[in-house]
């Protein structure tokens, strides 16, 4: 019998005598991730015409993706009908991010939508059947390519009227299995006070159908990162205006769009939200996407797969240990002669 071994937990922190040189961890684990880079998997989900495909190439400032927009009124109309997963790889000050952007089609465009979401689902689903399957398989790769989705941005049709039945049953759904985020595109349709209205009514309603979007409450963040949840919690759902068009504002290219009433500054805090999407993704909540993304919708996809898997094996063993001889079935000699089984 093997003995217990207790391991006392230090109480103190023990004083060193001299340097010994293990302040460098961080340096050498940095060190290694700018090796192997980052990766960062995305949706984008909404009706079609929102511009998920715009405000995608305004936030990583380059065109990743082709815009199934028409670039002029007399082209006949384009859009997604199936999903699309383009990858690219960005740099940017010597670190390199592996960028996967899932497009998909736009939902309700149909005369029947019933069920029409459940390509998505089953899609974001499959992502992390795959990651199990690698996971267990006997001869690990070293590193296993992550295609988990990490953030799903939900496109709200910028109408002031609420969510739609359909919003509701979809951002149930996605809530379950994938981080979602939430926008109202095109917010410039809206005026100040239509926009502050209708950002509390999405609010309200997903309070009312508790919706769990994204950033969660975790007990191991510290004063700083509560502060900064709540922050964007106060923000979500984020009023955006995607462009790729640069104009000159007071002397300075920025990406804008034009109307009757004037320039709309993208990056403008005072005209839309983008900037702090932008930071929320990218700056802030980037490697929380991808641990949340980890830690509880993948481990609860994982340990629901896993207690099936072994209920089945639990089950199949049980049939055969009930099950009778193959003696019983068996004919003696005599009989097998006179039944013509010899």
């Not at 937990?9 to 991730?33: A, D, M, R, S, W």
């Not at 993706?65 to 740099?91: A, F, M, W, Y």
């Not at 919706?211 to 979500?236: S, Y």
């Not at 005209?271 to 991808?290: A, G, S, W």
Request: glycine share 4%; hydrophobic share 35%; net charge positive.
């Amino acid at each position: 019998m093997n003995p217990v071994v207790r391991v006392q937990p230090p109480k103190t922190v023990t004083p060193l005598n001299g340097y010994v040189g293990f302040e460098t961890i961080p340096h050498q684990i940095e060190k290694k991730l700018l090796k192997r880079g980052f990766q960062f998997n995305i949706i984008c989900v909404g009706q079609t015409g929102l511009g998920k495909t715009t405000l995608i190439n305004t936030i990583f400032a380059a065109h990743l993706i082709e815009s199934k927009g028409r670039l002029s009124p007399q082209d006949p109309v384009r859009q997604t009908t199936e999903i699309n997963v383009v990858s690219h790889i960005v740099e940017e000050n010597n670190v390199r991010l592996r960028l996967n952007i899932v497009d998909t089609p736009g939902y309700g465009d149909k005369v029947n939508n019933d069920r029409c979401w459940d390509p998505i689902i089953k899609y974001i689903k499959d992502q992390h059947s795959g990651y199990l399957r690698k996971e267990l398989t006997a001869q690990r790769e070293r590193y296993i390519q992550d295609t988990r989705i990490h953030c799903c941005l939900f496109f709200v049709q910028p109408s002031g009227h609420g969510l739609k039945q359909m919003d509701i049953v979809v951002l149930k759904r996605l809530s379950e299995v994938v981080n979602v985020v939430p926008v109202i595109a095109k917010s410039d349709c809206l005026t100040l006070e239509e926009r502050a209205a209708f950002k509390q009514r999405i609010k309200d309603e997903f309070a009312f159908h508790n919706i769990k979007m994204f950033p969660f409450d975790n007990d191991e963040h510290d004063e700083e990162e509560r502060a900064l949840n709540t922050q964007i919690k106060n923000i979500i759902p984020f009023a955006v205006v995607g462009s790729e068009k640069s104009m000159l504002v007071d002397g300075k290219p920025v990406r804008s769009r034009l109307n009757k009433w004037g320039v709309i500054n993208v990056e403008n805090e005072n005209h839309c939200e983008f900037v702090y999407l932008r930071n929320f993704l990218t700056q802030t909540h980037l490697q929380d996407l991808i641990e949340s993304t980890s830690q509880i919708h993948y481990e609860a996809f994982r340990a629901k797969q896993l207690l099936a898997l072994k209920e089945n094996s639990t089950a199949a063993s049980n049939r055969t240990m009930n099950s009778p001889p193959m003696d019983q079935y068996r004919p003696n000699s005599r009989q097998a002669l006179q039944n013509g089984y010899a």
